[in-house]
């Protein structure tokens, strides 16, 4: 398949039908994913592929808790955990006691545990160079060594046949998560991401034209025009 057609087509896929010789296949799938970039070319990434049945069931539980918390923030209309206040996170801007008692059923997180291929997406902290440490704001610059490494197995995925998703509520039980897979304390938890045979195909993407993110010179300059040369 042609790259610009995956990615074009690589949308989130969360429900699955068993993938046949599964270990060779996403073998195949890192063994390309693993050329994305990462700052200094440290590649701090880990995957702990969790196969074991019972572990994936303690996973399931644990995102359904993360889960909880966020559509707890949805259900007030709020971003979950989103730096709101001055580019910071003040808080949690629920009640987090109150959250685990609410239910939320989703399909995705009921069955994540039937998922055929799970993946616990690891990040080193100390291979990360921060350059935008102590703006004052929520850092975002160190995502960028371990994400395109995480996006590049999601599009690996579809030019395989294969669909998936990339998540994160599961960073919310980060500490036990980390125990239960015995994750040394240097690393911390950047996502869970999930594969296998998508059971409906991929219909059209919802995204933003250029038009509406592109602006020439100024931020409130025009949009990029495609026949202006
Ligand atoms: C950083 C990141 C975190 C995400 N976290 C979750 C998550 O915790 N649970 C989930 O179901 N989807 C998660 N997603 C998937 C997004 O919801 C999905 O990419 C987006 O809604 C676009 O969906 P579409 O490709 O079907 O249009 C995450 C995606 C990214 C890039």
Same mark, same amino acid.
């Given at each position: 398949?042609?790259l610009?057609?995956v990615?074009?087509?690589a949308?989130?896929?969360?429900?699955?039908?068993?993938? %046949?010789?599964?270990?060779?296949?996403?073998y +195949?799938i =890192?063994n390309?994913?693993?050329f994305?970039p990462?700052g200094g070319?440290?590649?701090?990434?880990?995957?702990?592929i969790?196969k074991?049945?019972?572990?994936?069931?303690?996973?399931?539980?644990?995102?359904?808790?993360?889960?909880?918390?966020?559509?707890?923030?949805?259900?007030?209309g709020?971003?979950?955990?989103? %730096?709101?206040?001055?580019?910071?996170w +003040?808080g949690?801007?629920?009640?987090?006691?109150e959250?685990?008692?609410?239910?939320?059923?989703?399909?995705?997180?009921d069955?994540?545990?039937?998922?055929?291929?799970?993946?616990?997406?690891l990040?080193?902290l100390?291979? =990360?160079?921060c350059? +935008?440490?102590g703006?004052?704001?929520?850092?975002?610059?160190?995502?960028?060594? @371990?994400y395109?490494?995480g996006?590049? @197995?999601? #599009?690996?995925?579809r030019?395989?046949?294969?669909?998936?998703?990339?998540?994160?509520? @599961?960073?919310?039980r980060?500490?036990q998560?980390?125990? =239960?897979?015995d994750? %040394?304390?240097e690393?911390?938890?950047?996502?869970?991401?999930?594969?296998?045979?998508?059971?409906?195909?991929f219909?059209? #993407?919802?995204?933003?034209p250029?038009?509406e993110?592109t602006? @020439?010179?100024?931020f409130n300059?025009? %949009?990029? +025009?495609?026949?202006?040369?």
């Open positions: 398949m042609d610009l057609e990615m074009a087509t949308g989130a896929i969360r429900d699955y039908l068993d993938v %046949p010789n599964a270990d060779r296949v996403l +195949d =890192l390309v994913a693993r994305a990462s070319n440290r590649q701090p990434w880990r995957v702990v969790v074991d049945r019972h572990l994936k069931a303690s996973i399931r539980e644990l995102y359904s808790e993360g889960w909880k918390e966020y559509m707890a923030h949805v259900k007030k709020l971003v979950p955990f989103a %730096p709101i206040s001055n580019g910071r +003040d949690p801007a629920i009640d987090l006691d959250a685990a008692t609410m239910t939320f059923h989703n399909q995705y997180a069955q994540l545990d039937q998922a055929p291929i799970l993946l616990l997406l990040v080193r100390q291979d =990360l160079a350059l +935008d440490n703006l004052g704001r929520q850092s975002i610059v160190g995502g960028g060594s @371990i395109p490494f996006h590049n @197995i999601l #599009l690996a995925s030019s395989y046949g294969l669909g998936g998703v990339m998540t994160t509520v @599961i960073c919310r980060e500490s998560v980390k125990s =239960l897979l994750v %040394p304390s690393f911390a938890v950047a996502g869970l991401i999930t594969l296998g045979i998508p059971k409906k195909f219909t059209k #993407l919802t995204r933003m250029v038009e993110f602006h @020439i010179d100024k300059g025009v %949009p990029l +025009d495609p026949l202006s040369g």
